[in-house]
């Protein structure tokens, strides 16, 4: 596997990969990998003739109250565990290469990225979609490949694909891929690292309780009671708090209050010790 971290490079080399016609998958990461990260290359490599990551922890998608500093950086160990999967190359740049001198730019997608956590980290998504937007650019792969686990952020980044027209030749497909999960269903994440072994214990509770509230709601039960009912079974078992849990439409994510047939998520976000962690699920 080639790493780089000079966009001149990196577009040599992608010319190469290419050769007659051959595929590119890209995985766009910020570093501290885990298997959820790994199936992505995995399905990227099934898909596509080659796979690419992308690892670049993206200032400009953090808070102010947020520590960039404190995430994880593990470039040498991320590469090797990249490598063993098959990838073909490692773009990394560095913050320079991304937000050269006089950078001026923001990408901004109103409505699916405003409610949820766009509203807890306001700021959060235009990061997203700006760096993302770059990354299409950049690489210009045949399919992009993202974990459903941040379903918010998929469905923003797949409005700002077809509203700024990258899908052609930018990207030609964005693939959503199933959220993967610990043996307790807990949704795996680089979050997960900060949970003390009690907080960790507890977190099993939140897919569980998503399971219920799916269950109670599949079943024909009232949509409000049954996110109620999640909410305080999470507090019971140890969440200091929960910032939304709410059943939407898959699509545009805008909040529902009963099954229509459309398809439909269950989005919650909590906050156990320190850390919050978000998940989701699909309803009926």
């Not at 306001?122 to 700006?130: M, Q, S």
């Not at 937007?133 to 469905?155: H, I, M, S, T, Y």
Request: glycine content about 8%; hydrophobic content about 45%; proline content about 4%.
């Amino acid at each position: 596997m080639q790493t780089t971290s000079s966009l001149a490079t990196l577009r040599q080399s992608l010319a190469k990969l290419r050769g007659e016609g051959a595929t590119i998958g890209l995985v766009p990461t910020m570093g501290a990998l885990h298997e959820g990260h790994l199936t992505l290359v995995r399905r990227a490599r099934e898909v596509c003739d080659h796979a690419v990551a992308s690892i670049f922890v993206n200032p400009t998608q953090f808070g102010p109250n947020e520590d960039l500093d404190a995430y994880p950086r593990q470039l040498e160990q991320d590469a090797a565990m990249l490598e063993a999967q098959g990838c073909a190359l490692l773009w990394a740049p560095d913050v320079a290469a991304m937000y050269p001198n006089g950078f001026a730019t923001n990408v901004s997608v109103k409505g699916v990225s405003e409610g949820f956590c766009g509203a807890d980290r306001p700021g959060h998504f235009d990061g997203v979609a700006t760096v993302v937007c770059k990354l299409f650019n950049q690489v210009q792969p045949d399919r992009a490949f993202f974990g459903e686990k941040d379903f918010q952020q998929l469905a923003v980044i797949r409005t700002m694909a077809r509203d700024l027209d990258l899908t052609h030749p930018h990207v030609h497909e964005i693939i959503g891929v199933p959220t993967v999960r610990e043996a307790d269903g807990l949704a795996m994440s680089s979050r997960n690292r900060y949970l003390s072994p009690e907080d960790r214990a507890a977190a099993a509770t939140l897919p569980k309780a998503m399971d219920a509230a799916i269950a109670t709601i599949e079943g024909g039960g009232n949509v409000g009671a049954a996110l109620a009912r999640l909410q305080s079974d999470l507090l019971e078992a140890g969440f200091a708090s929960v910032d939304y849990a709410a059943l939407a439409d898959a699509t545009s994510l805008a909040a529902i209050d009963a099954l229509t047939g459309a398809s439909a998520r269950l989005l919650v976000a909590a906050r156990i010790g320190g850390t919050r962690l978000i998940d989701n699920k699909a309803v009926g």
